[in-house]
C-alpha cells in the first residue's frame, strides 16, 4: 500500500511539473472560492501573529501562491518552500527572485526531513495527494517541528462525509469552473492530475490533527470541496 502511494505520488508529480508555466494563472478559475478560500488562510495568520521576524515552512509549495501572500503580511524573516516538483519550484524562483529570505528544497513531502523549528507551517492543495496514513504521520511531523504557539494552516481540498457528497462536489465544481470559462482541455488536465488525489473529509483530519497533539483544532472555511483547516502547537 505505501509502495503504490509513494508511485501514484511521483505520477502526480509528473502531471503537476508539465502544468507548472500554467499553474497560477488557472488557479483562481480551478477554485471558484479563491479569495475567501485563501483569504481566512490569511486571516488566521493575522490573527495569530504574535511576534515579529517568523520563520515559515511552506509544504507543497509550487509555484510559492500561498507563499507570496504570508510574505506579503511582512514580519517574516526565513521562508523555505517545499516541493518534490523542481518544474514548480524553478516558477517559484521566478516569483522571489534574489530574495535572500526563501530556500528552496526539493523534497517528498511524506518523507522529507522538515527541519525546523518554525513559527508557521503552512500548506495549500497539496498534501491531499498523500495516502491517510500519510496525512497523519505529516500531521505528527509538523507538530514536532513547531515552536510552542506554533501555528499550522492547511488550505486543502477535501473529501465528503459520503460518496454521495462527494458525486455533488464534483457536479458543482465543474459546474463553477466552467461557468468561469475554464476550457475543455483545461478541465481534462484538471482531472487529470486530480485523479491522483487521495483527499479524506474534514472531520477525519481534524481528529488527525487533535491525534497529533494540536489544540485549537479547527475548520474555519468551507466551500464545497475546499476547506481551511488549522491548529496550535
Not at 488562510?41 to 509550487?62: F, M, N, P
Not at 503580511?73 to 524553478?90: I, N, T
Not at 483530519?205 to 464545497?224: N, R
Amino acid at each position: 500500500m505505501v509502495a503504490a502511494s509513494g508511485e501514484a505520488e511521483v505520477r502526480a508529480s509528473v502531471l503537476f511539473s508539465r502544468d507548472a508555466r500554467e499553474y497560477d494563472e488557472l488557479r483562481r478559475l480551478l477554485v471558484p472560492c479563491f479569495d475567501e478560500f485563501y483569504g481566512t488562510a490569511l486571516r488566521l495568520i493575522q490573527e495569530w501573529r504574535g511576534t515579529s521576524d517568523i520563520e515559515v515552512l511552506d509544504i507543497g509549495a509550487g509555484t510559492g501562491l500561498f507563499s507570496a501572500m504570508v510574505l506579503g503580511q511582512g514580519q517574516v524573516k526565513r521562508l523555505c518552500l517545499l516541493d518534490g516538483s523542481a518544474a514548480m519550484l524553478e516558477r517559484a524562483r521566478c516569483r522571489f527572485p534574489k530574495d535572500d529570505l526563501v530556500e528552496y528544497r526539493i523534497a517528498d513531502m511524506g518523507q522529507a526531513d522538515l527541519r525546523g523549528p518554525w513559527d508557521l507551517v503552512i500548506s495549500a492543495l497539496a498534501i491531499h495527494h498523500l495516502s491517510d496514513d500519510g496525512k497523519r504521520e505529516l500531521y505528527r511531523r509538523i507538530r514536532r517541528v513547531l515552536k510552542q504557539g506554533g501555528l499550522f494552516v492547511n488550505a486543502e481540498q477535501v473529501a465528503g462525509p459520503t460518496l454521495e457528497a462527494d458525486q455533488r462536489y464534483e457536479r458543482i465544481w465543474l459546474e463553477q469552473i466552467r461557468q468561469l470559462g475554464v476550457s475543455e482541455e483545461e478541465v481534462a488536465k484538471a482531472r487529470q492530475r486530480m485523479s491522483y488525489d487521495q483527499c479524506a473529509p474534514v472531520e477525519s483530519q481534524l481528529q488527525w490533527l487533535t491525534q497529533a497533539g494540536f489544540s485549537e483544532v479547527d475548520c474555519s472555511f468551507k466551500a464545497w470541496r475546499f476547506a481551511v483547516i488549522s491548529g496550535l502547537a
